[in-house]
Structure formats: C-alpha cells, structure tokens
C-alpha cells in the first residue's frame, strides 16, 4: 500500500517550459487535490477533484490546469512555467465518503522555475 | 483571504516544556479541525483531528483544544521533544469540503 505517490521529487524548469507533476493514490479515495507551499504563505490549494471526470477550481489557479480521468490520478500541469511557480508541490487524497476527512500527503515535488 | 490564522510562525521550547500553538478562524461553517506535522523534505501527516462538538480531544502527548464561541482552537504539546520539532499547520473544513490551511509554526525542542 504505498499511499500517495508524487513524480518527480524535483524539477528544475526554465521560464516558458511546460511540465507535468504526476499524483497516483492506491487508497480509492474519491477526494484528490493539489497545494502548492510557499514559505510563510502555508499551503494553498491550485485545484481539486472530487471524483473521476470532476475538478474544480482552487485558492492559486492561475498557470496550472488538471484533469481527473481515473480515480487513481490526478495530474498536475503547468502551461508555461514561471519562476512566481518555484514552490513545493503537494498532492493529497480523502475519502469523506468514507469518513476520512483528513488528507493523505504525497512526499511532494521540489520545483525550481529560473 | 486566510479564512485560518495561525500563530506563532516559529517557536523555541525546551525540552519537557509545553508547545502551544494557536489558530483561529472565521467561517462558522467549519466543522473538521486538524492539526498536521510535517518534517523537512516530507509531507504532512495528520497528527490529531476534533469536531465542534467536543471542548478537548487528547491522543498521547497532543491534545487539541476548542473554543466554538471565540472561534479559536490550540494544539498542545506537553513534555516536548526535540523530536517533535517540525512545522505544523491547522487547518479548517466544512461538510467534507476541502481544508483550508494555517500558514504553519515552525517549532524548535531544544534539548
């Protein structure tokens, strides 16, 4: 049972490349979501999904889009990177449906945009 | 819009004193309170969890304490380790939505 898995663990990008993190879960949780961690800023939440097929909008948007085409992934991608997106990227999964409301973290992906 | 503040950012305690960090938060929705410790390069793992309906919720060393009327909820760690430094965050959700986080406390144990 290895939980959440992030690829890759780091990435250097230059400015105007395109990207994309990788989340899987093995854990069938409907609920999937990204944060991006910023020192003194906390995690913010980029986008979420709560099923297959579904995803939504979060706190930091903006230069990132996702899609939900199997419960178990929920890729991340960046359009045209900039370095405003150097930032530790975080995938989590839970299963209010079960009761798990807290989120399982994936060990995240170090991202350097220069 | 933080709809959670946390504080203190950082915290020096020495070892077998009492860790207390603080958060509160504005959405009277919110009915789910975690607390999250992550150590560097990992990612956070739930440490301890409460609902509205209860004033205190103790596991081992961490107890969480809330306070519906004043909107604030602490964590406490007692007999603090310098294994228990770490950054940790609350956080606040309603009806299963998505957590809305703290900006995080860095604490330092000092031996």
Same mark, same amino acid.
């Given at each position: 049972?290895?939980?959440?898995?992030?690829?890759?663990?780091?990435?250097?990008?230059?400015?105007?490349?395109? =990207?994309?993190?990788?989340?899987? %879960?093995? =854990?069938?949780?409907?609920? =999937?979501?990204?944060?991006?961690?910023?020192?003194?800023?906390?995690?913010?939440?980029?986008?979420?999904?709560?099923?297959?097929?579904?995803?939504? %909008?979060?706190?930091?948007?903006?230069?990132?889009?996702?899609?939900?085409?199997?419960?178990?992934?929920?890729?991340?991608?960046?359009?045209?990177?900039?370095?405003?997106?150097?930032?530790?990227?975080?995938?989590?999964?839970?299963?209010? =449906?079960?009761?798990?409301?807290?989120?399982?973290?994936?060990?995240?992906?170090?991202?350097?945009?220069? | 819009?933080?709809?959670?503040?946390?504080?203190?950012?950082?915290?020096?305690?020495?070892?077998?004193?009492?860790?207390?960090?603080?958060?509160?938060?504005?959405?009277?929705?919110?009915?789910?309170?975690?607390?999250?410790?992550?150590?560097?390069?990992?990612?956070?793992?739930?440490?301890?969890?409460?609902?509205?309906?209860?004033?205190?919720?103790?596991?081992?060393?961490?107890?969480?304490?809330?306070?519906?009327?004043?909107?604030?909820?602490?964590?406490?760690?007692?007999?603090?380790?310098?294994?228990?430094?770490?950054?940790?965050?609350?956080?606040?959700?309603?009806?299963?939505?998505?957590?809305?986080?703290?900006?995080?406390?860095?604490?330092?144990?000092?031996?």
């Amino acid at each position: 049972n290895a939980g959440v898995t992030q690829t890759p663990k780091f990435q250097v990008l230059k400015t105007g490349q395109s =990207m994309t993190l990788q989340c899987a %879960q093995d =854990m069938n949780h409907e609920y =999937m979501s990204w944060y991006r961690q910023d020192p003194g800023m906390g995690l913010r939440l980029i986008h979420y999904s709560v099923g297959a097929g579904i995803t939504d %909008q979060g706190e930091v948007p903006n230069g990132y889009n996702v899609s939900r085409s199997t419960t178990e992934d929920f890729p991340l991608r960046l359009l045209s990177a900039a370095p405003s997106q150097t930032s530790v990227y975080f995938c989590a999964s839970s299963s209010p =449906m079960t009761g798990f409301y807290g989120y399982t973290f994936g060990s995240g992906t170090r991202l350097t945009v220069v | 819009q933080q709809q959670v503040k946390q504080s203190p950012q950082s915290l020096i305690v020495q070892k077998g004193g009492i860790s207390i960090i603080n958060c509160a938060y504005e959405n009277t929705a919110f009915d789910y309170f975690p607390w999250y410790q992550q150590f560097p390069g990992k990612g956070p793992a739930l440490l301890i969890a409460i609902r509205p309906d209860v004033s205190e919720k103790k596991e081992g060393r961490f107890t969480i304490s809330f306070n519906k009327s004043a909107k604030q909820f602490s964590l406490h760690i007692m007999d603090s380790q310098p294994g228990d430094s770490a950054t940790y965050f609350c956080a606040a959700s309603d009806a299963g939505n998505m957590l809305t986080f703290g900006g995080g406390t860095r604490l330092m144990v000092k031996p």
